[in-house]
């Protein structure tokens, strides 16, 4: 007998990128996870976190590992969350560039088009306070850690903003997608782990 989705791990999509701290962070919470590397694995998880690292990279890799349709559908179904590259992934379009010319390609799934290293390079990287409205438990800010960041320049109608930074959308949540354009793995603060968790 299959078990109950909540009674699954977390998935982490452990093709590239810092799938590790996110599984410390889900391990603090008290929650198994597993890797997702191929399509089958998608069957043993209750959601997935798409992680940072490089979105070129983790477009060919999700591409030769079969997973592009495999992901659509369960995002159908089930959570995901996408930080910075992740964010990259789930996004309907990138601004300023031509569709595959870098070899990124989208994977459609979140209402919103961003644009690739907005908040600078690697040494512009910076830790900003952000608040959340209700989506995030508690009146701290949470720190946010921005690493080559994209930035969030247009959201859909049934996109809702669930935190700024300067103005701008730095994470968004359409259903049970979750968008960030920061790190929330590289910080102490469980928050927003634990408000995923919460969509499951």
């Not at 089958?40 to 997935?48: I, M, N, Y």
Request: net charge negative; hydrophobic share 45%; charged share 20%.
């Amino acid at each position: 007998m299959a078990k109950p989705a909540n009674d699954l791990p977390v998935g982490l999509l452990t093709l590239q990128g810092d799938y590790a701290k996110h599984e410390a962070a889900f391990r603090a919470l008290g929650c198994a996870t597993a890797g997702v590397r191929r399509p089958a694995d998608l069957d043993r998880v209750r959601c997935l976190v798409i992680p940072g690292g490089e979105s070129t990279t983790l477009s060919r890799l999700i591409d030769s590992a079969g997973l592009r349709e495999p992901l659509c559908a369960f995002a159908l179904q089930r959570p995901v969350m996408g930080t910075c590259a992740g964010l990259i992934m789930l996004a309907g379009e990138l601004a300023g560039e031509v569709p595959d010319a870098h070899g990124v390609r989208t994977l459609g799934l979140l209402d919103c088009t961003v644009r690739r290293n907005a908040y600078g390079r690697q040494v512009d990287s910076f830790t900003a306070p952000i608040r959340f409205d209700s989506f995030v438990t508690g009146d701290d800010p949470f720190p946010a850690v921005f690493i080559r960041a994209p930035r969030i320049e247009r959201v859909g109608p049934d996109v809702e903003v669930v935190a700024t930074h300067g103005g701008a959308p730095v994470a968004v949540r359409q259903g049970r997608l979750l968008g960030l354009s920061f790190h929330p793995e590289l910080t102490d603060d469980l928050r927003l782990h634990q408000a995923f968790l919460d969509l499951v």
